[in-house]
């Protein structure tokens, strides 16, 4: 039998029982819809995911007190017989590639100014750290490159901040007290929201060794270093540990590039893409089911048929190939329609509620599209099987 | 037509055709029984995490130093670096609350712990003797530390089993020197194995008086203080007199955080339990899948059952009991599909309880029920169609065989 007779004649078989046909593809179309939407959310939450971390830049290496075997902060963060020190983010300006570090501490300490008072958390910065973090100033500027053991008791202000002690008033110049000390307002950094919960704009910056003071505390949290994007990440970190090393004469601390975070982060949200997609599979599933069941139908009521179509000089091979292209075809079009369909519906949530983080994932719609087509051919393999097994003699004589 | 009757005749349609029923009993049997893993999946996380939370004790309340405004967490609080530090002279002036049945002042740090040539960096806590009794701590070896006033250094400690494996191997640890970093203590006991408890591999950390871990770290101020309220229901006001205490140690100024076991017991509950419903209704799309194959096999039986319905319309039976009739069939494929589906999530949940017996497979009874029920709702909903098309059916054209 010729290819197009093949596909005309399926398309017949298949447009003669409209309803029946529009069923079976409608199960498979709802279990592809099912995968299209879910990965769509998990593609969405992906990328917002990763454009948080990245909003930082990614060539970008921290070292944190304490080793640390897995992934997860050591408690060294806490507290630690060697602690990370000013000094050392000075040398780590001295490794090859490295552009700029910054030393930061965190705290939480009231703020008073304008009169108002606001608990808030207070990191200790660098004068680098709006390059190291791309993170820029909006109003004024940043901390000035002070001494490192006196610096002057500037401080910047997060957005939040300012609208809480200030509303539109200029800040600029004014004075404040953190934690009982005083410091003049120099300038105000541009709104970050908030990342992972934690609000970047509900922070007020002050230079590093004012901070470590204030909290009364002799060791970094952390130290961001930025390097040369063009370098390699290997070869800087290694740079580091062996700077790091020669300090302290020996590992006792934790080097972490972005790229191994965004790894990390990547794997793992993969593998729930993964097993989001699989749950929308599920439904694949049964949809499958349905068209083993509507193809068995088929052979049974189309028996004379068959015996007609052979005593014409049709051969098994044509049979079998009849049925297996119309279940084929049945699933491929549910997927093209589930498709469509799931495609509609996210773009419509986009439309309606636009802080949903949705993504069309191709590959995954494709992959969807796929299955659905083998799970047509697998459903259809059986009853196909049995039509091509039919005696053609009683066959015929079935009514 | 007798209710009797009618489920006869359901029946014997349903078993008419095997394979197509099996089908169909396959189709729904997959969706509820998902629904039924996915549940008990989701089930058991939650299970995991709030066990892990007992695990710490009970009527709990933490107390650490710093307070945010807005809510969530933020990591200046959550490491307890603020300018107004919670000191030890702050635990003791909780003793004073008739609400607060034990507290243990707790500094939590890491430090190189060695003895002989063996030497690795491990989590240390400064802590007092109620700690142990309030994680309902067991000791495989010697005991706790000793019940001394808060300011005592006494140079002793306790190690978790792991520490004691890599360190001493199979000599007895007690009485023995271990060095912390460039101080040394002698070791008082062994804590039994305990394993990991919110991110703290309790078998790997060098438990000190609080005061000698003051020393060792060269601090002064505390990272929480755990307190465990008086049974009954005190949790409240235990809460509020730890707060009130301390602000007024701290010249009126509520800078302090006190969160309770239960608060973040039930924020935990509350986001597992959405996505355990999550996951149910993911699987539930399955069960629609599985309502539009018995719709469509049923216009498939409608059509070839075209003459035994114009027969017993001939008979007298009228437009309701043609419809009753083929819903009851539709109940019937749903029903039994429901009961293999719940027999075969309860067989693969229990067979998985039976190789993870740490993890409690167990699928919700409104998993369970709500999964039964949607199917039962599908199969008559997917089912109405078919029977009305039935019903409908011209008695003397039917018996001919023709459907119009």
Redesign the interface.
Known sequence: MITSDLMRFTLASASAHK??SG??A??IG??VT?VVL?TSIGEGLQQYLLAEFTQFGTNIISVT???SETF?A?????????PLSLADAEALNRVPYVTHTNGA??????VEGNGRS??????GAGPNMPLVLSFNVTLGKFLPPDDLAAPRPFAVLGSKMRTELFDSRNPLGERIR???SRFRVIGVMESKG?IL???LD?MVYIPTTRALE?????GL?EINILYDPSASTEEVEAGIRRMMIARHGGE?FTVTTQEQMLDVLGSVLNILQIAVAG??G??L???G??I???M??AVRERTSEIGLVRSLGAVRRDVRRIFLVESILLAGLGGVGGLICGGLIVETIKIFIPALPLRYSIPYAMAAEIVAVLIGLLAGVAPAQKAANLDPVNALRTE | MRIVDCNRIAFGAVTRYPLRTSMMLLATSIGVGSVLLLTALGESARGYVSAQFQSLGTNLIIVFPGKSETSGVSPGVMTGTTERELTLDDARALARSSAIKLFAPVIVGSMPVSRGGLERDTTVIGTTQQFAEIRQWEMALGKFLPNVDIDRASPVCVIGSLIRRELFRDEPPIGKWLRLGNRRCRITGVLSEQGTSIMVDVDEVVIVPVSYAQMLFDVSGLFRIIIQATEGDTMDRARADVIRIIKERHYGEEDITAITQDAVLSTFDGIFQTLTKALAGIASISLIVAGVLIMNVMLVAVSQRTREVGLLKALGATRRQIIALFLTEAAFLAVFGGVVGLGFGYLVTSSLRAFFPEYIFMPPVWAAAGAFGVALCCGLFFGIWPARKAAALDPIMALAGRQS
Not at chain 1, 74 to 82: D, G, H, M
């Open positions: 309803m029946r069923l079976t409608l199960g709802i279990g099912a879910l007190p304490g080793k997860g050591s408690t060294a963060a806490l507290n630690t017989t060697r501490v965190m705290g939480n300490a009231e606001r608990r808030t958390q207070v990191g953190i934690g009982g908030t919960g934690f609000d509900d204030l909290f009364n505390k002799d949290n006792d749950l929308g599920i439904s599933l049964v949809g089911v349905g083993f069941t509507i068995t139908i």
